[in-house]
C-alpha cells in the first residue's frame, strides 16, 4: 500500500481536472460525486498506509517518483515520505476532506458556482496532501504555496463581493509575509546543510557540533512561515477575515487542516527546534500570548463564525505552545482532536447559518434547540469536546499540552489556563446564545427554520463522534490508558526526546488536571449563570460599551493599527516614489533620450538641403582640407 | 631632348593644376549643365595632361596608355550624359540645375 502513495494526491488532482475542465457539462450531482469520490479514494489508500506502517518495523519509507531539479550541487527529487506524521496527516485530511466535501453537496447545493467550488476544493486537497507527504522543504513549499491559492480562491469564492476580495487579498498578502521568511529559512537550510531533504538535513543536524545560532536563525526563519500560515500573533488577522469564504471552507481549510501546515512544519523539523532552546522559547511565547489575545477577543463577538475563529487562532496557540515546550506528540494530538471538534462546530455553525436564511448574527438566534436538534445535539458535543469536559477528545489533548507547559514554566501553564477558562466561557456563551432561550430573530426567519439536509447531518454526526472518542487513542499513563499516539508517532520525534526529558509526577499531574477541570466548570458556571439564568444578551450596534469591552469588541483595533502604521505609510511611500522616481527621474530619462534624438537629428537634417551643388562644394572642401592636412 | 622634355616639368603641373580648378570652380558656380559637363571634361583633361608630361618625363609609356583608356571611358561617360542632359531638357525646358530639386524630401 505504501508503494501507492501517489495516489493519494493524484486522485484529487485528477478530480480537480475533470471538474475544472468539464465541470460546466457536468450535472451538479456528478460533480459531487467525482470530487467526493476522489478524496474518498485517497482515504481509503491512506488508511491501507496507516495501518501497514503501524505493522512493520521500517517507520520512515522515502518513495522516489522522478527527479525533479538537478543543477550544480543541487539535486532534488520528486519523492514522498511516508512516516507517521505524514501518515497521521493524511488520514486527517482526507477523512475530514471528505466529510466536508459530502457536507458542502448540500451546502452548496443552490449556488451557481457549485462546480467551480468543487474544482478548488479538491485542488486544495491536493496541495495539502503535497504539502505533508514530500520528502524535502521544496515540495512542502509547492504544497505551502498552492494551498495559500486555494484559500485565496476560496475566500474570494463570491467575488461579486468587495469585502469579500479584500479578505482574500489580505489573506494571501498576510501568507506572503511568512512564506518570505519560510523561503530564507529554506535557502539557509539549504547553504548550512547543502541539502534540503528531510533525512540529510537532520541526520546532519543531530550532529551538529558547535555554535548553533545558525540552527536558531533557521528555526526562527521557518517559524515565521509558521506565523503567517498558522495565523499567530502578529500575522493573525487574515483569519477572522477568511471568514468570507462559505462555511464549509471555513472548516476545511480555515480550522482543520491547512492552518495547521504550520504545526506540521515545526513538528516535522523538531530535531531543529530541538537544538535551539532559543527558538523554542520564543515558539512557546508567541502561541501562548496568540492563545490568550484571541481568547479575549473571542468574549466579545457576536458572529457565529467570528467567534469560532478567534476560537480556532486561539487554539492554534495551544499547539505552538505545545511544540515550544516540547511536546511534539501533544501539538499533533491537538491538530487531530481540534480538526475533529472545530471541523465539527463550524459545520454546525454552516448548518445554523443554513437554518437561520443565512444570519450569522447570534443576537438574533437564540431557542434553536427545538427546530434543528441533530445540529444542536452535535454543536453542544463538539463545544464539550472544545473545552475539554472530562472524557471529550479535547480533554486529552489539552490537558497534555498544560502539563507539558507546567513543567517547561509555571508562567506558561497559568497562561495556558487563563486561555483555557476563556475558551470555556465564549464557547458557552455561543452556544446558550445560539439554542437557549427564546427566538429572537424576524418572524419570516422563523417561520422557514429547518433542519439541514441528510448530506449535511451525516458529516455532523460523523465528526461528532470523532470528537467525542477521538481523545482515546492518547490517554495519558498516568489516567490508566496506553498512549497509541505517543507510541506511533516516536519514531519521529525519537532524537528530539532524547534530548528533552519529561518527568512529572503522578500526584502534580492529578493536581493540573483537577486545577482545569475545576476551573471549566467555574467558567461554564458563570457563562450559564450570565446568559441563561439571568438571560443578558450582548449589547447591540451602537450601544455605548464601557472602554475596555469596546476595545475587546473592536478587536483592540488592530486592523487599524496597521492599517495606521503599516499600510498607510507603505502607501504614502508609494505615492511618494511614484510621484518622484517613477513620472520624472525614470520617465524623465527615457524621454530624455527621445527628445535628443530628435534635437540632434533636427540639427542634422539641416545639412541635407537636397541642393547637389552645395554637396559638391562641401566635398570638394573637404579634399582640399584633406589634402591640406596631409601635406603640411 | 625632344621638344617637350625642353619646357621644365613644373610647368606643366602648374597649368594642370589651373585647368583642374577651373574645371572645379566651373562644376561649382555655374549653373547651366551645359557649361558644368563641359567643366568635367576639363578636369578630366587636366589630369590627362598631367599623366602625359609624367609619362614623358619618365620614359614609361603607360601613362600615356592610361590616357587612351581614360579618353575612351569619357567619350562613353559624355554620350550617356549628353542623352540625361537631352531628356532633362525635355522635361524642364531648361538646362537650369537648379531646376533638379524634385529629389529633395
Not at chain 1, 481536472?17 to 481509503?44: H, N, Y
Not at chain 1, 511536546?327 to 448548518?351: D, E, I, N, P, Q
Request: proline letters at 3%; aromatic letters at 14%; one cysteine or more.
Amino acid at each position: 500500500m505504501i508503494k501507492l502513495v501517489w495516489l493519494v494526491p493524484l486522485l484529487p488532482l485528477i478530480g480537480f481536472m475533470i471538474i475544472g475542465f468539464f465541470g460546466k457539462k457536468l450535472s451538479k450531482g456528478l460533480v459531487g460525486t467525482i470530487a467526493s469520490g476522489a478524496v474518498l479514494g485517497a482515504f481509503a489508500v491512506s488508511l491501507g498506509i496507516f495501518f501497514e506502517l503501524g505493522g512493520q518495523t521500517e517507520k520512515s519509507v522515502t518513495i522516489d517518483l522522478f527527479s525533479w531539479i538537478t543543477a550544480g550541487k543541487l539535486s532534488i527529487p520528486f519523492s514522498f515520505l511516508v512516516d507517521p506524521l505524514s501518515s497521521l496527516f493524511l488520514l486527517i485530511i482526507t477523512g475530514i476532506g471528505f466529510l466536508i466535501h459530502l457536507y458542502s453537496i448540500g451546502y452548496m447545493h443552490d449556488d451557481e458556482g457549485f462546480s467551480r467550488f468543487f474544482a478548488y476544493l479538491n485542488l486544495f486537497v491536493f496541495f495539502m496532501l503535497l504539502l505533508v507527504l514530500g520528502s524535502n522543504y521544496l515540495i512542502m513549499f509547492v504544497g505551502w504555496e498552492g494551498v495559500g491559492l486555494c484559500s485565496y480562491l476560496l475566500i474570494g469564492f463570491w467575488f461579486k463581493n468587495t469585502a469579500y476580495n479584500n479578505a482574500a487579498k489580505k489573506a494571501f498578502i498576510m501568507n506572503r509575509i511568512g512564506d518570505l521568511g519560510f523561503l530564507l529559512g529554506i535557502i539557509l537550510i539549504f547553504v548550512t546543510f547543502g541539502s534540503i531533504s528531510y533525512n540529510e538535513v537532520f541526520e546532519q543536524a543531530k550532529h551538529f557540533i558547535g555554535d548553533n545560532s545558525v540552527i536558531t536563525a533557521i528555526a526562527l526563519l521557518l517559524f515565521i512561515g509558521a506565523m503567517g500560515k498558522s495565523a499567530q500573533l502578529p500575522l493573525y488577522t487574515w483569519l477572522p477575515d477568511a471568514m468570507a469564504g462559505p462555511t464549509p471552507v471555513s472548516a476545511l481549510i480555515h480550522a482543520a487542516t491547512m492552518v495547521t501546515a504550520g504545526i506540521y512544519m515545526v513538528s516535522r523539523s523538531n530535531i531543529l527546534y530541538t537544538l535551539s532552546p532559543f527558538a523554542m522559547e520564543v515558539v512557546a511565547v508567541v502561541g501562548v500570548c496568540t492563545a490568550l489575545f484571541a481568547a479575549t477577543i473571542g468574549l466579545a463577538q457576536n458572529d457565529i463564525k467570528k467567534v469560532l475563529a478567534y476560537s480556532t487562532v486561539s487554539q492554534l496557540g495551544y499547539m505552538f505552545l505545545a511544540l515550544g515546550v516540547g511536546a511534539y506528540t501533544g501539538a499533533v494530538f491537538h491538530v487531530m482532536t481540534h480538526a475533529f471538534f472545530k471541523a465539527l462546530l463550524f459545520l454546525g455553525a454552516g448548518s445554523v447559518i443554513h437554518a437561520m436564511s443565512g444570519e450569522q448574527d447570534i443576537r438574533k438566534m437564540g431557542g434553536l434547540k427545538k427546530y434543528i436538534p441533530i445540529t444542536h445535539l452535535t454543536f453542544l458535543l463538539g463545544t464539550l469536546a472544545i473545552v475539554g469536559f472530562p472524557g471529550f477528545s479535547g480533554f486529552f489533548s489539552k490537558d497534555e499540552i498544560l502539563a507539558h507547559a507546567w513543567e517547561h514554566n509555571k508562567l506558561l501553564w497559568f497562561l495556558g489556563v487563563l486561555g483555557a477558562a476563556m475558551t470555556t466561557f465564549y464557547m458557552f456563551r455561543l452556544y446558550f446564545l445560539t439554542f437557549k432561550g427564546s427566538f429572537r430573530g424576524t418572524h419570516d426567519q422563523e417561520h422557514h427554520l429547518h433542519e439541514s439536509p441528510k448530506s449535511m447531518t451525516i458529516p455532523l454526526i460523523v465528526l461528532a463522534v470523532l470528537s467525542v472518542v477521538g481523545g482515546l487513542i492518547g490517554i495519558p499513563e498516568v489516567l490508566g490508558g496506553h498512549h497509541y499516539l505517543e507510541a506511533y508517532l516516536k519514531p519521529v520525534f525519537e532524537d528530539s526526546s532524547l534530548r528533552l526529558v519529561h518527568h512529572l509526577s503522578h500526584e502534580t499531574e492529578y493536581i493540573l488536571m483537577g486545577v482545569a477541570i475545576s476551573v471549566m466548570a467555574l467558567a461554564m458556571y458563570f457563562a450559564y449563570n450570565k446568559y441563561v439564568k439571568n438571560k443578558t444578551l450582548p449589547a447591540n450596534e451602537g450601544e455605548t460599551l464601557n472602554p475596555i469591552h469596546n476595545l475587546v469588541y473592536k478587536k483592540y483595533l488592530i486592523d487599524e493599527l496597521y492599517e495606521n502604521v503599516i499600510m498607510k505609510p507603505i502607501n504614502f511611500i508609494g505615492e511618494a516614489l511614484h510621484k518622484v522616481v517613477d513620472n520624472q527621474i525614470v520617465d524623465g530619462i527615457v524621454n530624455g533620450f527621445g527628445s535628443m534624438v530628435t534635437g540632434v537629428s533636427g540639427v542634422i537634417r539641416k545639412a541635407q538641403s537636397g541642393n547637389i551643388g552645395f554637396y559638391v562644394f562641401v566635398m570638394v572642401i573637404s579634399i582640399v582640407l584633406i589634402l591640406f592636412t596631409q601635406l603640411f | 631632348m625632344s621638344a617637350i622634355q625642353i619646357i621644365p616639368i613644373n610647368w606643366y603641373i602648374l597649368l594642370s593644376a589651373v585647368l583642374f580648378t577651373i574645371g572645379v570652380l566651373g562644376v561649382l558656380f555655374r549653373r547651366n549643365a551645359i557649361i558644368i559637363f563641359m567643366s568635367v571634361e576639363l578636369m578630366l583633361n587636366a589630369v590627362n595632361l598631367l599623366l602625359v608630361a609624367f609619362s614623358t618625363y619618365l620614359s614609361d609609356s603607360a601613362g600615356q596608355v592610361f590616357v587612351f583608356f581614360i579618353m575612351a571611358v569619357a567619350a562613353a561617360e559624355v554620350a550617356v550624359g549628353l542623352a540625361i542632359l537631352m531628356s532633362v531638357y525635355r522635361n524642364t525646358k531648361s538646362t537650369d540645375i537648379y531646376m533638379l530639386n524634385k529629389l529633395k524630401g
